[in-house]
């Protein structure tokens, strides 16, 4: 063996070593841009929140359909989907999350106030959303 040279053994660990560090980054890095994900998500939500405080416009919609499934640890989760048409024809569908104590409020078939942004209503919420945001944006 010349001086250098690693014995095959050795080399067989270090390529062991190599792939789980590999592995380890590659997991590392997925939840890492999970995460990063979810926070743009949730800044997202929160800016579009802030222009539907400050430009939204109101109209009606009615609630379509409530339902329950189940979540981690087997929580039961809630279910909203509420319909509307925007001043230029196009009808809006969206589903949203609730809590329990929030499905309580709601019925299918009710009438439900929406805010929208004119130039882009897709961007829309329940009134009660918009104005818990602009509860917290004015403390």
Not at 56 to 73: F, L, N
Request: charged fraction near 20%; include cysteine; aromatic fraction near 10%.
């Amino acid at each position: 063996m010349v001086d250098g040279d690693l014995h095959p053994c050795r080399l067989a660990r270090i390529a062991r070593l190599t792939a789980t560090v590999r592995a380890m980054f590659s997991v590392l890095a997925g939840i890492f841009l999970i995460t990063l994900g979810w926070i743009a998500s949730f800044v997202w939500r929160g800016l579009q929140l802030r222009k539907l405080v400050e430009s939204g416009v109101p109209t009606q919609g009615t609630v379509e359909r409530i339902w329950s499934y189940s979540g981690a640890a087997s929580v039961r989760n809630f279910r909203l989907r509420y319909a509307f048409h925007a001043p230029d024809g196009q009808r809006y569908s969206p589903a949203i999350s609730i809590t329990a104590g929030e499905k309580t409020h709601y019925r299918e078939g009710q009438s439900v106030e929406i805010i929208y942004l004119p130039e882009k209503p897709g961007v829309n919420a329940l009134s009660t959303l918009v104005d818990q945001a602009r509860q917290a944006l004015n403390k």
